[in-house]
């Protein structure tokens, strides 16, 4: 499969593949219907490859003995991004890229799943990004992104809404949700506010006056 990679300004999210689990080919191949560029984390570089997926930029720390030169021959232009320092996991080096770019937004894929650690790290990771890059996680199963302290957006009936807070959060309100919250707290380990749902079809309102607060539209 190959992304048509019309070049358009950096207001259109560009899409990071990282080294999770896989997602379905459909989820993958509408993302890149409107992304002008395709980062790939250096690890999952042969999966992507595979699957016939047009890369722009091969980025990593590079370790174990990994030839990235020679994906060169595979895939043409390609921008090799040697990022080595241990102190920001891949994902991270990914999203200060694409500032450095001028990007506003990146979806993520294959950034859950398989390993436990990498999995809440780049979930909890994004909150640092605030005002800086719009980011998107999603997976087969969940969208996950950083609220801003007011949040609307319309909803069917019955759509599952989980608010994770990162730390704790407070002074949350929510309007149309199944469990309301009226300016109250949530604390990670604590209280989540996990599996709620839209209550009728229409506007749901979230707000929260202090923290950082996750949202996960998820589906089974």
Not at 4 to 12: A, L, M, S, T, Y
Not at 163 to 179: A, F, W
Request: aromatic share 10%; proline share 4%.
């Amino acid at each position: 499969m190959s992304s048509h990679h019309v070049i358009r300004d950096e207001q259109e999210p560009a899409l990071i593949i990282a080294n999770g689990e896989s997602c379905n080919f459909e989820l993958i191949g509408q993302l890149l219907e409107w992304s002008p560029l395709v980062i790939v984390l250096d690890s999952a570089i042969d999966r992507v490859l595979d699957l016939g997926i047009k890369v722009d930029v091969l980025l990593g720390d590079f370790d174990r003995d990994f030839q990235a030169e020679k994906y060169l021959e595979k895939q043409f232009p390609l921008e090799i991004v040697h990022t080595p320092n241990q102190e920001l996991t891949d994902l991270e080096k990914a999203l200060n890229y694409l500032i450095d770019r001028g990007f506003t937004a990146a979806n993520v894929v294959w950034a859950t799943g398989k390993r436990a650690d990498h999995t809440m790290t780049n979930l909890t990771n994004i909150v640092q990004y605030r005002n800086k890059i719009k980011v998107v996680v999603l997976d087969d199963y969940s969208k996950v992104f950083l609220l801003p302290n007011s949040y609307e957006k319309w909803y069917p009936a019955g759509t599952i809404i989980s608010l994770i807070p990162i730390g704790t959060v407070t002074g949350i309100r929510t309007e149309n949700l199944k469990y309301p919250l009226q300016n109250e707290s949530l604390q990670l380990g604590y209280r989540t506010g996990s599996s709620n749902e839209v209550l009728e079809d229409g506007f749901i309102k979230i707000a929260y006056q202090t923290g950082d607060l996750l949202m996960m539209e998820c589906w089974d």
